[in-house]
């Protein structure tokens, strides 16, 4: 019982306007495979963040991409579509964890893109969110040792974190990342 297997599985579609291109979509969402409660509870964490990106790039996105398109074609200047990028990576699968980046990217134009990171680790037998302290090799030290790493001392202020190969990255609340080596 657990996860058995996770792949990313990518989508990708256009929205257009009588015919011009508006939005330009990219979807890369984690497949969770296997059987029991953990799968059924991350699929289904997975398939409510698909929802929630799709129904918010179908009606915000995309609307004020096509009103600026109608700006854009009363004064008769160039337009170039938006894009709208949910990405998940795989970056950690060791000792039944799994640890996972999420980065949602919107290019709005001639705009500098808008971008937010967070992540998701959790143990593959149960789908259990996991603690920091996982990370650490002695459970019971926990943040402590980590606290002790090169960039550790982020971690009174981290919100949100995910394991990586390069090693655990530590998100605040302004969004700034910073990485603590744990191997």
């Known amino acids: 019982m657990g996860v058995t297997g996770l792949s990313i599985e990518e989508r990708k579609w256009d929205m257009t306007l009588g015919g011009q291109q508006v939005v330009t979509c990219t979807m890369c969402l984690p497949r ?16 409510r963040l698909e929802k929630l990106w799709t129904d918010y790039v179908r009606r915000e996105l995309y609307l ?42 919107e290019q709005r134009g001639f705009r500098s893109a808008q971008q ?50 390069d090693g655990l990255h530590l998100i605040d609340r302004a969004g700034r990342e910073r990485t603590v080596r744990i191997t």
């Open 116 to 165: 937010r990171t967070w992540g998701d680790a959790w143990y593959a037998d149960s789908g259990e969110v996991c603690a920091l302290r996982a990370f650490a090799p002695h459970k019971r030290l926990g943040a402590r040792w980590l606290r002790n790493r090169p960039g550790g001392e982020a971690i009174g202020r981290c919100r949100q974190f995910y394991p990586d190969l």
């Open 32 to 47: 969770v495979e296997g059987t029991g409660t953990a799968v059924r509870r991350l699929a289904g964490l997975y398939r």
């Open 64 to 105: 004020y991409a096509c009103l600026e398109l109608a700006q854009k074609q009363e004064r008769g200047s160039a337009f170039r579509p938006w894009q709208g990028t949910l990405e998940c990576k795989i970056g950690w699968q060791r000792g039944g964890v799994v640890g996972i980046r999420v980065r949602w990217r």
